[in-house]
């Protein structure tokens, strides 16, 4: 894995113990592999582990959740296979919170509501549709969101998905009529030049899987347009 070392320059940790690792992934970067070959955020964190620790061989290294390629954010994964199991039946039970930060190009009618849609998945074209109402095959979809400032024809919006569904935030928020800033794919105006897009996961707090004391791990957005548009101290 040492041709892999420069994957390190990515990696910023943000927390971290004997059971679980915690980074911001950057925007862009893949979590696991996929059939592009491209290098992942897991790749890293193996390279950084191992390094480290010194570990020889193969580092263990299980992913919990992802983000979609353009978003950045909180991305934990377990360094045990015990914290894996216990870690995806948090996630299982629903018992792990979520918060994003989104920038979108239009204010929403409310400051603040609850959104309700039902979502199906194009998985031949990695794209979803949102539904207001019931539909054969999909799944409901419900987040919250509260607006939390708006600056030179942009506004901050904080989520909490309530769900965990595929590409959620960005169909919901396209839904209605808040596309988020980059995101081509549900309705944006234009792209980013980085090809990211407006969608930073802020925060997940959960019960650790193994000392069982309550947890909650930030990350800052990224520096740079759009995100400097905004201050996000708290």
Same mark, same amino acid.
């Given at each position: ?6 994957? !390190? ?23 696991? &592999? ?5 290098? +992942?955020?897991?790749? %890293?964190?193996? #390279?950084?582990?191992?390094? /480290?620790?010194?570990?020889?061989? #193969?580092?263990?290294? &299980? ?28 996630? @299982? ?8 930060? %989104?920038?979108?190009?239009? /204010?929403?009618?409310? !400051? ?17 549709? %949102?539904?207001?109402? $019931?539909?054969? &095959? ?8 509260? =607006? ?11 989520? =909490?998905?309530?769900?965990? /569904?595929?590409? =959620?935030? /960005?169909? @919901? !928020? ?7 800033? &980059? ?9 980013? $030049? *980085? ?17 069982? #004391? ?8 990224? =520096?740079?347009? $759009?995100? *400097? +548009? ?5």
């Amino acid at each position: 894995m040492n041709d892999k070392k420069h994957l !390190l320059s990515y990696l910023v940790v943000i927390y971290e113990d004997n059971h679980l690792i915690a980074v911001n992934k950057p925007a862009g970067m893949l979590v696991h &592999g996929d059939n592009t070959g491209d290098d +992942t955020l897991a790749d %890293a964190v193996k #390279e950084y582990i191992k390094i /480290r620790y010194e570990k020889p061989g #193969e580092v263990f290294l &299980g992913v919990v959740h992802r983000l979609d390629r353009p978003v950045s954010g909180v991305v934990v994964f377990a360094r045990t296979s015990k914290a894996l199991a216990r870690m995806n039946k948090l996630f @299982q039970d629903k018992t792990i919170s979520k918060k994003y930060l %989104a920038i979108v190009d239009d /204010r929403p009618h409310e !400051l603040a509501a609850r959104l309700t849609h039902y979502i199906l998945k194009d998985e031949s074209k990695n794209i979803v549709k %949102a539904y207001s109402s $019931p539909k054969s &095959g999909a799944k409901e979809a419900i987040l919250d969101y509260v =607006q939390k400032g708006e600056l030179n024809g942009k506004v901050l919006l904080e989520v =909490q998905p309530i769900t965990g /569904r595929p590409h =959620q935030i /960005r169909v @919901q !928020l396209s839904k209605i009529h808040c596309a988020i800033l &980059g995101d081509l794919k549900y309705g944006a105006k234009y792209p980013l $030049p *980085d090809k990211s897009i407006g969608l930073h996961c802020k925060e997940m707090s959960f019960i650790h899987p193994v000392s069982k #004391e309550s947890l909650t791990i930030t990350a800052t957005p990224p =520096q740079g347009f $759009p995100w *400097d +548009t905004f201050s996000y101290e708290d």
